[in-house]
């Protein structure tokens, strides 16, 4: 079975500085990989998926992924943070083949300081 | 439009009720999932459903009984809520295992 690891529970940066949220899988394959954040009392919005192809890839938000194999490792990064990008950010691994569950990290918080 | 609908958006009761919570989506999605969010906000999934059939049905209590009449719907039912049923519910929808667009979520409170 798929996992994933979010090791920050809870990151703070100020705005405009650049933000590196860390994820890393645990899959005996190349899997499908997901970044999801979710605003205070929304629900969750994907911001960009790997599924083949470019290891970099580009989301809403002006966020961006890069699938690193040899690390199991998706981190998501953003070159300028706007405050407006306080808010939960979970990291989701998903198996390849039929109807697979897709895992959820345990989240990062990210806080944007003026 | 909204893509994925949950009903009610808070649900607050006492212990030992039955409740529901109902769900729809307008995307033409063949899946549809239950998330349970915690206080930690720790995101488990309960169920799934493709087409009306049960295809992932995690380690839930068998208080809890999923209900999809048809691949537009899937609604929760509750029996005898306890007070650690109490948490953030979401409804989800996926074309396979491709992404999965999320409700807004329905936050019940059990006293």
């Known amino acids: 079975a798929q996992s994933v690891t979010q090791p920050d529970i809870h990151i703070t940066v100020s705005e405009g500085a650049s933000l590196e949220l860390r994820c890393n899988y645990s899959?005996?394959?190349?899997?499908?990989l997901f970044w999801y954040v979710q605003s205070p009392g929304q629900g969750l919005q994907l911001l960009l998926k790997?599924?083949?192809?470019?290891?970099l890839v580009q989301g809403i938000k002006g966020f961006e992924a890069e699938f690193k194999r040899s690390q199991s490792s998706f981190n998501l990064r953003k070159p300028s943070v706007h405050w407006s990008d306080a808010a939960e950010y979970f990291c989701?691994?998903?198996?390849?083949?039929?109807?697979?569950?897709?895992?959820f990290g345990t989240g990062t918080k990210l806080q944007v300081i003026p | 439009d909204t893509a994925v609908s949950q009903t009610p958006k808070y649900l607050v009761t006492q212990m030992g009720n039955d409740k529901s919570i109902k769900c729809e989506q307008n995307?033409?999605?063949?899946?549809m999932y239950w998330y349970k969010q915690d206080s930690k906000k720790f995101l488990k999934i309960m169920f799934s459903?493709?087409?009306?059939?049960?295809?992932i049905n995690e380690t839930v209590p068998n208080r809890f009984s999923p209900k999809s009449p048809d691949k537009a719907h899937l609604n929760l039912h509750i029996n005898s809520l306890e007070l650690g049923d109490s948490a953030v519910y979401f409804c989800?929808?996926?074309?396979?295992?491709?992404?999965?667009?999320f409700g807004p979520g329905t936050r019940l409170t059990v006293l």
């Open positions: 989701a691994v998903g198996a390849r083949g039929g109807y697979q569950k897709v895992t």
């Open positions: 995307l033409g999605h063949d899946t």
């Open positions: 790997y599924f083949s192809g470019d290891t």
């Open positions: 989800a929808s996926s074309q396979e295992v491709y992404e999965q667009f």
């Open positions: 459903y493709n087409n009306k059939e049960l295809i």
């Open positions: 899959y005996g394959a190349t899997p499908y």
